[in-house]
């Protein structure tokens, strides 16, 4: 898993917004805990992304392209719906078993 950039972004509340702005220290927590959580949740995709690495396999080339992702977030299962509509494209899905790559296998189950 070398190369890969797992990311999180957290937002202030804009000013006149309900409640006041967030301070710092306050989004530096909440994105270090956003971070911890894509760490935890493991593969080579965060969440957020997910959808746009099957987009790209299922535009590229059949049966070339393998990802390990962690679990699928919501809109990742309504994009596999979608795909699946619009381009007819459906994709195996497996658990990655512990005993095939130990690294891999930490935090959440992966698929």
Known sequence: TTGM???SE???RPQGSEGNPTVPEDLGRGAAKLLLEEIYRGGCVDS???SVALLFMALGDQDVSKVVL???SP???QF???LQDFFKVMFKI???KPDED???CTGAEKI
């Open 5 to 7: 950039m797992l990311g």
């Open 10 to 12: 957290v937002v202030s």
């Open 48 to 50: 957020v992304n997910q």
């Open 70 to 72: 962690g679990p699928l």
């Open 75 to 77: 809109y990742t299962i």
């Open 80 to 82: 596999l719906r979608h």
């Open 94 to 96: 497996e658990t990655l």
């Open 102 to 104: 130990s690294e891999l």
